[in-house]
């Protein structure tokens, strides 16, 4: 307790498809009441809303199951928002949905619903089922949105936006503009077998996938997903909650690790771990932070994990040498923390070191050139693949529960 509260008092002080998914009669609910998620992204500020917006959301799922629910959020808004027509079908190409696919939401019953500032709701079920690695498309209507928009910048996903509701059709026609973000829609869950769950990966632009190749999926958490799939493992599902720029110990890019954790990652239905892969932002920044800082907000975030019965696997900090904002005191506060994490692994339940995938063997300091997405500190798509090969999936299927 002591040690727990000596932390906090020192983190005080720093942080300032269609046939998949055509309608079957609901079966009876299978596993956790409210599912297991298959798809997230973080959710902060991305622009001002526009009355009589519709947008055409695309989405990659991870984890199969039935009877999808989709969570819309007005976290970060300030006056409430209504969404008064919510469909959700199957991609075909585009805009254009598979045919049958497109078929409407529901919130408690109603066709509508209306969000108060730092609200999140989940639809009611859609049945029905719905595969991993499906292109789910996700279509809303605004009539008088005003104020910050709640949704993720990055998306790395190109998605479609129209003027007025045309929610309801399969065409895409009327989906003429091409956005790169994702707007108020911050995850998708699915019901599964009940010993199925989900990790989620809480980390920066790295994870959110900045250097991969846009529209085929290939962030680090894509290819990890891919490799659950395919393994004799309970944990099948993944979210990524990556924020570019996102920093562990203080707001900016987005809120805080510490103070998204619990809208992120613990909100969410079915997650037996987190992932955390965080703090290179802080380093950059050149505030002062040290080891022990940066050393006791991983640490906040375990005790808050484990008291929420999840399982928590930590990386190390990787290379960013040749970044701009790189120093050798940077590095120096990098070096420790790596260094704790690698000699103290008991203090979580599993360490990956994307640092020594990740690292040059003949300068440590720094990216392998074969990795380097090109600015030194993102990987590329070969990179991304090798720090998900890397992750253990056993250490993510935790016995916490």
Known sequence: MRRRTARRA???AVTVVAAVFQATPAPAAVGPPDGVITWGASAYRIGESVADRGYRMV??????????????????????????????????????????????????GSSSVTLEPGTTVYSDPLPGPLAAGSNLVVSLHTPDAAGPVTGHSMALQTSYAAQGDHTAEESGAHWGDIVGSWFYLDAVSVRTAAATGSVVALGDSITDGWQSTGDLNRRWPDYLARRLQKAHTGVKGVANEGISGNKVLADGAGPS?????????????GVHTVFLFEGVNDLKAHSGVTAQDL?????????????AGKCVVVSTIAPFKGWPEWDPAAETVRQEVNAFL?????????VTDFDHILRSPYDHERMLPFFDGGDHIH???KGMQAMADAVDLNSLDCTRH
Do not use: M, W
């Open 295 to 307: 050393i006791d907000g991983y640490g906040e975030i375990v005790d808050r994990a484990h008291g």
């Open 257 to 269: 690790a510490l103070n998204r954790l619990d809208r992120d990652v613990l909100s969410q239905p």
């Open 379 to 381: 990987p590329n798509d």
């Open 10 to 12: 020192r983190l005080i």
């Open 342 to 350: 690698r000699t103290h692994g008991d203090e979580f339940d599993a």
């Open 59 to 108: 989405v990659h799922t991870s984890v199969g199951g039935r009877d999808p629910r989709i969570r819309l959020s007005n976290a970060l808004g300030d006056r409430p928002v209504t969404f008064d027509s919510v469909y959700a079908g199957l991609q075909l190409k585009g805009a254009e949905l598979a045919r049958g696919s497109n078929r409407r939401l529901t919130f408690d």
